[in-house]
C-alpha cells in the first residue's frame, strides 16, 4: 500500500488568505459532498473543479484556509487531491486537514517559488517539497508525530472505529 | 515562568504543568458543543457512548426552522442522539439561539476552563477567560467519544488598553481598528486588558472575542475581572479571579487608546488590513443592511438599532434584516419594545438563526448587491453572490446605513442619544 504522506503530483498555485467561504460556498452547504465538490472556489476560479485530477497537489500562500470550521478537506479529498502545501496555514484548518486525512505541509515562501503545473514530490513527514520541474528541494516544517500518524491513518473516524467509540458503517 | 492568559488555561487542563509556546498539551474539556448542522454529514449517529451527557450541550442554530429537507432531518438526528445519550442541555427550535450565545446565556463557558465546539466563531468563549476556539467537526466527533483534545501553546499578541470606550463605540469598532491597524494572528492568542478595560462591558468583550477568528487567531482571551465575574454571578456563582502573571512574556505588546477609536467599517474583502474610519466610505449605497450573528445579534445590539431606528424609516431601495441571537433576545427584545420599534420602521426581525451570516438562508445577496453588516465575516461570496460587495460595521452604523440608504456616520444623525 502506498504511503498517503508521500504524495506526487501537479501543483495547482492559489494565492494569499484563500478562505474557506470561496473552497466550500455556503450554498453548498445544502449538497451532499460528491455534489458540493463540484462548487469549490465559486468565489474566485470556478473552473476549477472540472479541471483538477486525482494526485494533484494544490499550492496556497499565506493564511491558506481562514474562516469557518467547514470541512473543506473532505471537498478536497472529494476530487482526489493529494495534498495541501501553503507558506501558512490558518490552525483550524490544518486541524480539519488533519483530522479528515488530508496530507497538509507548510513551507515558507512556497507560493512564489513554484508554478502551476509543475510536477512536485511532497514528503509531508519529513517536511520536504521537491519541485521536479526545476529539481529545488524546499524545506518545510514537518508536522508533529502524533498528527502525521492521524492522517496516515486516514484521519480520526477510522481511528474512532478501531477504537470501538464508533460503531462502523457497513 | 510567568503565564500569559491562555498560557495559564492552557496549563490548567492539562495538569498544571509548565507550558510555553510551542508546547502541545493534551487537555481536559469541560464542555462541548454540537450544533444542527454537525448532524448532515457526521457520524454523531454511530457513538457508542458519549464520554458524559452532562458535559455535552446540543445546540439548533445555523439552518433553523429547516430550509430544505436536508436540514430538516439534520434536525431529526440530533433530537435522536440527544435523546439516546440522555443530554439535557438539549437547546431545541423555540428554546434556541446561536451557539455561541446559547453558551453566554447559560454560562458554559466559565474563565479558566477548556470550551469546544466545531464552529469557527468558539473563540467568542475567551470574553469570559476560556480556552475555546474552533475545532472542526471530526475533532469534536472525538471528543464527544472522549472528553479530550490537544492544543498548541500559542505566542499572544496583548492589546493594551486605555483611555474611555465612546458610547457610540462598539466592540466590532475596536476590533475592525485592531484588525486594521495590525492585520492577521495566525497562530497566535490575542489577549485584552489594560485600564480602559473597564470601560468595555461583556457584550463588547464578547464582540471582538468572536471576531478574534477574522484575523486568524487561535484564541481571542479576556482576563476574569469583576465585570466578568459579577455577569456570570447566576449562572456561573463559583468562576473565580483570572488574570496573567506579572511579567509574562508577549510576542507583541500594541497599546489602544480608546478615547482614539471611532465607529468603523471593513471594505469588502477581509477585515485584515482593511478597515478604515467610516467617512472613508460614508454615501456608498447599500441593498441591504444586516444587524445579527453571534458577534452583534445581543440584546444591546438590537437596543442600539432600535434607538437609531425609532421614529426614522427603513431608505426606499434598501432593506434592513435584524436576527436576535437568541430566543431569550428575541423574547427580552420584544417585551422591551425594541421589536417593534425595528419593525414600524420597515426591518425585517427573523428568528434567531445563524442564516444570513453564512449566506444560507433569511437574506442571501444577489450578484452586484452591497450590504452593509454587522455581522462576523465580509468574505467575497460569503453572504450569498461572490458578485455582491459586503461591508462590515457595528449595529449603529448599519441601523443608520439602513435610514440613509448609504453608508453614513451615526454620530450625524441628530437627537439620537448615544
Known sequence: MTDPLLVEGRAWVFGDEVNTDDMYPGFAMRLPVAEAARHMFDASRPDWPGLVEPGDIVVGGRNFGLGSSRPVALLFRELGVGALVAERFNTLFLRNCVNYGLPALTVPGIAGAVREGDRLRVDVRAGELTDLATGTTHAGTPLPDFLADIIQAGGLIPRLEASGHLRPTL | MPDTLIAKVLRGASGGGPVEPGDIVVCDVEMTVLLDLQFGHDRLGDVVAVHDPDKIAV???????APSIRDAESGRRARAFAAAHGISRFFDIGNHGIVHQVIAEQGLARPGTVLACTDSHTCAAGAFGAAARGLGPAEVLQIVCTGRTWHQVPPTYRYELTGAKHPWVNGKDVFLHVAGAYGEATGHALEFGGPGLATVPMSDRRTIATQGAEVGADFTIFPADRICLDHLSATAPEATPLEPDEGAAYAAVRTVDLD???????????????AGPVGDVAGTKVDQAFIGSCANGQLTDLETAARVLKGHRVASGTRLIVTPASQRIYAQASRLGYLADLVEAGATVTNPTCG???????????????????????????????????????????????????????????????
Open chain 2, 356 to 418: 444570513a451570516c453564512f449566506g444560507y438562508h433569511m437574506g442571501v445577496l444577489a450578484a452586484g448587491e452591497v450590504c452593509i453588516t454587522a455581522s462576523t465575516r465580509n468574505f467575497k461570496g460569503r453572504m450569498g453572490s461572490p458578485d455582491a460587495e459586503v461591508y462590515m460595521a457595528s449595529p449603529a452604523t448599519v441601523a443608520v446605513s439602513a435610514i440613509r440608504g448609504v453608508i453614513s456616520d451615526v454620530r450625524e444623525l441628530d437627537g439620537v442619544p448615544a
Open chain 2, 260 to 274: 482614539q477609536v471611532s465607529p468603523m467599517v471593513a471594505l469588502p474583502g477581509t477585515v485584515i488590513g482593511n
Open chain 2, 59 to 65: 445546540v439548533m442554530d445555523h439552518a433553523v426552522p
